[in-house]
């Protein structure tokens, strides 16, 4: 399938950062440019004034970890789509596992933060995968199909503009990756889905992430249905965040 997808690399950094290694960091992705992939880093929401006052004359994009389903109003705490399109995100984090474990996140509050998201420009990356148990209960396909299929309903004639994620719960910060074969057959799974839903499935970009190193990440993004990654802790040091953005 010959198709226009250009790599994606997003940096996850988590609640980590401070002030001085952010900028340490960022000068560090900075002096590696160019860069033949797409490039960002998902920052936490207090560093986003400075990260994009920095990146700002660069092509790399910066973006979120998170974003409320709601527009305006008395959500205590919550960060809108529209404040971070004011900050120039071009992309935010929906559904990663931790907030969906940690936060109980369902399949259709992570729709909602999607389209609330997408309805001020900013690009969703929605994160899907299932838990070690799911996997070895040979439940991984209807698991990743169940969480995409609500946010496939949810945004209907703008779903193809989202970005997804598969990130297998088992894989994230253990150190233990899918195997290329394993990654690419859910990623074909979701593919395919993307496909039946929107008729641009072939354009649409699908990242793995889950213990990315620069080791892994070249053999993970060969395979045909892998754009790119989603990178958590590798993405905190600026040697390996670049060696896999080079990947
Ligand atoms: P690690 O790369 O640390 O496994 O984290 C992956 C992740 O959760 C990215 O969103």
Redesign the pocket.
């Known amino acids: 399938m010959n198709t226009p997808r250009k790599t994606l690399v997003v940096g996850?950094w988590?609640m980590h950062g401070s002030r001085p290694a952010n900028a340490e960091l960022l000068a560090g992705l900075l002096a590696a440019r160019p860069y033949t992939a797409d490039v960002a880093v998902c920052v936490p929401f207090v560093y986003l004034s400075e990260t994009a006052a920095t990146l700002a004359s660069s092509d790399i994009r910066w973006g979120s970890q998170d974003v409320s389903a709601h527009a305006q109003g008395a959500y205590t705490g919550e960060v809108s789509a529209g404040m971070l399109a004011e900050l120039g995100c071009r992309y935010a984090?929906v559904g990663?596992?931790?907030r969906r474990a940690y936060h109980a996140e369902s399949d259709e509050i992570v729709a909602a933060k999607a389209q609330a998201a997408l309805a001020k420009g900013v690009t969703p990356v929605v994160?899907v995968g299932e838990t070690l148990a799911e996997r070895e209960a040979g439940q991984t396909e209807a698991v990743v199909k169940r969480q995409l299929s609500a946010v496939i309903h949810t945004l209907a004639h703008c779903a193809a503009e989202m970005v997804v994620?598969y990130?297998p719960v088992w894989?994230?910060?253990?150190g233990r990756t899918a195997s290329p074969e394993q990654a690419q057959s859910v990623h074909a799974v979701l593919r395919a889905q993307l496909q039946a839903a929107t008729g641009h499935g072939a354009a649409m970009r699908i990242l793995y992430?889950?213990?990315?190193k620069p080791d892994n990440a070249a053999s993970l993004f060969a395979q045909p249905d892998i754009d790119g990654g989603?990178?958590?802790?590798?993405?905190l040091k600026a040697a390996d965040f670049v060696a896999i953005c080079r990947a």
């Open positions: 996850n988590k984090i990663h596992s931790e994160c994620a990130e894989a994230i910060g253990t992430g889950g213990s990315v989603l990178i958590g802790g590798a993405a």
